[in-house]
């Protein structure tokens, strides 16, 4: 079955712009989640969906937000991007429940210039 | 809160040399762990996690509850080894899928 798949790959934004990135989970799977991954802090969690509800939420400020749509897509959205977000954002996706195990896409690199 | 901890950036061993990468974690409750591993250019996949006590690849990884470890081990290290290995924790409930990862461990073998 297909994999997670994340759209674009890569992305240039200008500081101050706001930037939208895409998730299309494995088909059944109704959790979706976001990670942020730098050289400097690793991975870190933003938030899980979960049958269009958000169910946790990461240490990040609220410039960084989600939705999850009826068919479990989910789109993260950075408004007023910083140098700093420039990361390889991840989103991961799963069956239902706690602590199963999490498909991961490919990821989007993106740059802030 | 909880936390993953592997000590080591780099961990460098000869082909069939053995093979340990330290995991500490910090949780007071019930976690779930697992490891994840990424090749390089592929995406971040599941190697093992502990409560399916598999071995994948000639890995195994035992929960130590006493010393809040998940050290992963191969008794043979092979080529193909070489990449990154990352550590992480959920909670078993109420937690959603939400997974807290160390800092990675590049593993290298060496002919």
């Known amino acids: 079955k297909a994999g997670v798949t994340q759209t674009p790959r890569y992305l240039i934004k200008t500081r101050g712009q706001q930037v939208t990135l895409s998730c299309s989970p494995i088909s059944g799977h109704r959790s979706v989640s976001w990670y942020q991954q730098t050289p400097g802090q690793g991975l870190q969690f933003l938030f899980e969906y979960f049958s269009e509800t958000q169910r946790n939420k990461g240490n990040f400020p609220g410039r960084f937000s989600g939705r999850q749509f009826s068919n479990s897509r989910s789109e993260m959205n950075v408004s007023t991007l910083e140098l700093g977000d420039s990361a390889l954002y991840l989103c991961?996706?799963?069956?239902?429940?706690?602590?199963?195990?999490?498909?991961f896409g490919q990821g989007t690199r993106l740059t802030v210039v | 809160a909880q936390r993953v901890t592997q000590p080591e950036k780099l961990l460098s061993v000869f082909k069939g040399a053995p093979v340990e990468l330290k995991c500490n974690y910090s949780?007071?409750?019930?976690?779930?762990l697992f490891w994840y591993v990424q090749y390089s250019r592929q995406r971040l996949q599941l190697l093992l996690r502990?409560?399916s006590r598999e071995s994948i690849k000639g890995f195994t990884a035992d929960l130590n509850k006493g010393e809040t470890s998940f050290h992963l081990k191969k008794p043979f290290a092979q080529e193909e080894d070489s990449a990154m290995y990352y550590c992480a924790l959920s909670l078993l409930t109420g937690g959603g899928n939400k997974l807290t990862f160390g800092t990675g461990t590049q593993l290298k073998v060496e002919l």
């Open positions: 502990h409560i």
């Open positions: 991961a996706s799963s069956v239902q429940g706690d602590g199963t195990e999490a498909f």
């Open positions: 949780y007071s409750g019930s976690p779930e």
